[in-house]
């Protein structure tokens, strides 16, 4: 029997703490992100829990009244749409942040793999194929 393709490869000892600390050079853009996740997530419950009290304890009441008070339901449709405004707002913004953050990483890796490359022997580029060099800088620093 030959040889299958081979199953995911292990990644090196030390490569996820070093993809980490590559992460972490922008650590104020990962804490917004991760305190716009959490934001993003609080008023979509919110706003989902809001919506059984909405209807129970604004608009049944409202429901055959002869002079109805719409100032209450006005007040709580407000502050619902404030919480579906806070949770786009804050899920846009966390999208946007680790875009640049993902961009920010991979430059940051492939700029040091080019000074790597600076340093490395003729012997190395005669030994490697140019395409297999050249994936390295491409597929595999994306995978």
Not at 92 to 116: P, Y
Not at 124 to 134: P, V
Request: aromatic share 12%; with cysteine.
């Amino acid at each position: 029997m030959h040889g299958g393709p081979k199953g995911p490869q292990k990644a090196a000892p030390g490569t996820t703490r070093r993809i980490f600390g590559y992460i972490f050079q922008y650590k104020w853009r990962v804490v917004a992100i991760v305190l716009c996740i959490l934001v993003g997530a609080a008023a979509q419950a919110g706003s989902a829990l809001f919506l059984q009290s909405l209807v129970d304890s604004y608009i049944l009441p409202l429901v055959g009244a002869k002079n109805p008070d719409w100032g209450p339901l006005m007040r709580a449709l407000t502050l619902m749409a404030c919480l579906y405004v806070a949770g786009i707002f804050c899920s846009w913004l966390w999208q946007w942040l680790i875009v640049a953050v993902e961009q920010g990483t991979l430059k940051k890796i492939r700029d040091d793999m080019f000074a790597h490359q600076q340093t490395l022997p003729i012997r190395y580029f005669d030994t490697n194929e140019h395409g297999d060099i050249m994936s390295r800088y491409t597929n595999d620093t994306d995978t």
